[in-house]
């Protein structure tokens, strides 16, 4: 099979095909030099990138989740309160209980896991369609948060607890400024996504698969690799690579790997495409389905720690309305409403292009009426755009 031409119809027609996925990446690029133009440079400071990510990594978190769930062909409506409701957990555990963090740390995230467990229960196995049972399990998780902390805030946290989420990794190369061990991961990280690229174009090459333009995969990168860089470079300025930064990037890896390259991530695409048809080719979709939502609870668990040790407190009101905030970074990353299809990185760069708006407005002081109207116009758009494009292909 021959390989896309560089000029002319090949480019064109490759761009058309892979328009949304391109389009994300222009996207992200094209909000930050807005931001950054009109807060005059301030979005891009050192320590505003750091905020960034403390500020939006348990959104990414639970974003890796949500997509398994969507992807399924269902939702998940219930994350924020989970979320919430185990900060409280953890929070009791800590502070009134006196636990240790390593004791607390495992148990809240089994109870995430046997929460997603429950709801799952009920809309793989008995049918009921998952925004009755996730609305229901936002009401009943909404209501035990504030029956757990007694309508108080409830804190501080052990300093193991918070450097969870504010905790930096320590130069273990060098001393001072820049942090020679966040550059070397960079350069590191580098080299594998480009090392994995050129594998991934000869494994299609032997197989005779149809691959992007070989400029566009050396335009692609370059553009990845200057912002990633430019990126390490800012943090090893300041203080350095953020644990909760390493906690997103292994995440996004596994997923990745899972969606991609194992039989179960294919099956759960199988899933959403066409539930009837994967079980009569042998896929147990009940368990798949109910699978999705263990994994859910789970890493809204995980968000939910890494929120509370953020703020080094639980309050009755965490993880109000976050839930929304995952879905659209999930639709906004590529991922279909109808299920069977999206992508791990297309999520988290949603998560990134929600984060960098929210906080770009913030810092022009945009009141937060206004924020809510703009990303639901960003995420109405997002959504149009994956009707369009189905009808044209249809």
């Known amino acids: 099979m021959n390989q896309p031409n ?111 467990a429950a709801q799952g229960y009920f809309v793989a196995f008995w049918r009921i369609p998952s925004f009755i049972v996730t609305l229901a399990g936002m009401l009943v998780f909404r209501g035990l948060s504030l029956w757990l902390l007694e309508g108080q805030s409830v804190g501080p946290f052990p300093k193991s607890f918070q450097a969870l989420s504010n905790g930096f990794i320590p130069d273990l190369i060098g001393s001072g400024k820049p942090n020679i061990l966040a550059l070397a991961a960079g350069v590191i990280a580098v080299g594998v996504l480009v090392w994995m690229g050129l594998k991934t174009r000869a494994r299609n090459a032997q197989y005779g698969i149809e691959d992007e333009p070989a400029a566009f995969f050396w335009a692609r990168n370059a553009i990845i690799a200057a912002a990633l860089m430019f990126v390490i470079w800012k943090l090893a300025g300041f203080r350095g690579l953020p644990n909760v930064l390493i906690s997103m990037v292994v995440l996004t890896v596994i997923y990745a790997f899972l969606t991609e390259r194992t039989t179960l991530g294919r099956r759960i695409y199988a899933l959403g495409g066409n539930e009837k ?45 976050v839930e929304l905030d995952v879905i659209a970074a999930v639709f906004i990353g590529g991922a279909s409403m109808s299920g069977g299809s999206g992508k791990i990185v297309g999520a988290v760069v949603g998560a990134f292009i929600m984060g960098v708006m929210n906080n770009g407005m913030s810092i022009l002081g945009i009141g937060i009426d206004y924020q809510q109207v703009i990303k639901g116009l960003v995420l109405l758009a997002a959504v149009f755009f994956d009707v369009y494009n189905k009808r044209k292909q249809g």
């Open 6 to 116: 560089a000029t002319g119809g090949g480019i064109a027609a490759y761009l058309l095909k892979h328009m949304r996925e391109y389009g994300l990446l222009f996207a992200l690029i094209a909000i930050m030099v807005f931001f950054q133009i009109v807060t005059e440079g301030v979005l891009l400071r050192p320590v505003n990138i750091t905020n960034l990510f403390l500020q939006n990594s348990y959104i990414i978190i639970m974003a890796l989740g949500m997509l398994l769930v969507i992807v399924a062909g269902h939702i998940d409506l219930s994350v924020g309160s989970v979320m919430g409701f185990v900060g409280a957990l953890a929070a009791v555990m800590l502070v009134e209980w006196s636990l240790p963090v390593a004791v607390a740390i495992p148990l809240c995230l089994l109870a995430g896991a046997a929460i997603g």
């Open 277 to 321: 048809a994967s079980k009569l080719s042998g896929i147990k979709t009940e368990r798949l389905a109910f699978l999705t939502f263990v994994n859910m609870g789970l890493l809204a668990a995980l968000g939910g720690l890494v929120f509370a040790a953020r703020l080094n407190t639980a309050t009755p009101k965490a993880g109000f309305g």
